[in-house]
């Protein structure tokens, strides 16, 4: 499938020039890309379950625990996957116990929540995606803007990014609880565009879940998918242009560079 992408010029070149370059070592590889993508003024909007750390699992797990207290039965990680991943708690709860109230929803969301943190606290830098600290280190050194846009409560969010060392490096940090909607609205997306300056032909944004492609395709941003915990098929029906295994796949370059380059096509 990724042989179907179009590729850029440079990126072309290199890539007729030596076949070789695709055998060697993923870090080489990386290195050699970045040497022949300009200085790109692209924007990277990144989610963070299952998108910078496969942590999906850890949810599983906190889910079927609580589900199981309140006696709603068992789930399978296909019901997660269905029903739960990527989206909102209050959105889980609504679908879930339709008769309940919101503080009852909010009592129950915390709890989750608190679960998932305490599963997290020990396992998270291990999570990390694969290639995710170099990808960082180049996009540092190439001065690009950089946004995490989530479903993840805040506390959430900051023990994940805190657990790489990263709490601080994002230019910016959107929590879908904290705009009018989450995603899959388009809210969390417009709202990290409009707080770095940038129209949608300018970002990329990388997600894991139809709940998070579609709230930054309905936000009109060119979504790679990454194959953490959903299938290619099923983030391609959701909007994703494209679809990676991890931060080492080329792909991700190619599409880095398809920005930089202004081809939105």
Known sequence: AHA???VGPRLGSAISCSKSL???STSCTRLLLAMMLPAPPCVILFDIDGTLFNSDSLHLLAFKEILLEVGFG???EQFFLQR???RQNAQICKDLFPQWTEEEGARFSADKEARFRRLASEQLPSLATP????????LEAEGIKCAAVTNAPR????QMLGSIGRLEWFDTVVIGDECERGKPWPDPYLEAMKRLCVSPKQCLAIE???????????AAVRTLGITSTQSAHVLRDAGCASTIADFNDPVLWAEIQRI???DVS
């Open 4 to 6: 179907t992408m179009p």
């Open 84 to 86: 739960i991943s990527g």
């Open 208 to 218: 894991d879940s139809p709940s998070g492609a579609s709230s930054a395709v309905a």
């Open 74 to 76: 068992d789930i399978d």
């Open 22 to 24: 695709w055998i060697c």
């Open 260 to 262: 930089s380059a202004g």
């Open 131 to 138: 290639g995710l600290d170099e990808l960082f280190s180049w």
């Open 155 to 158: 506390p959430n969010a900051e």
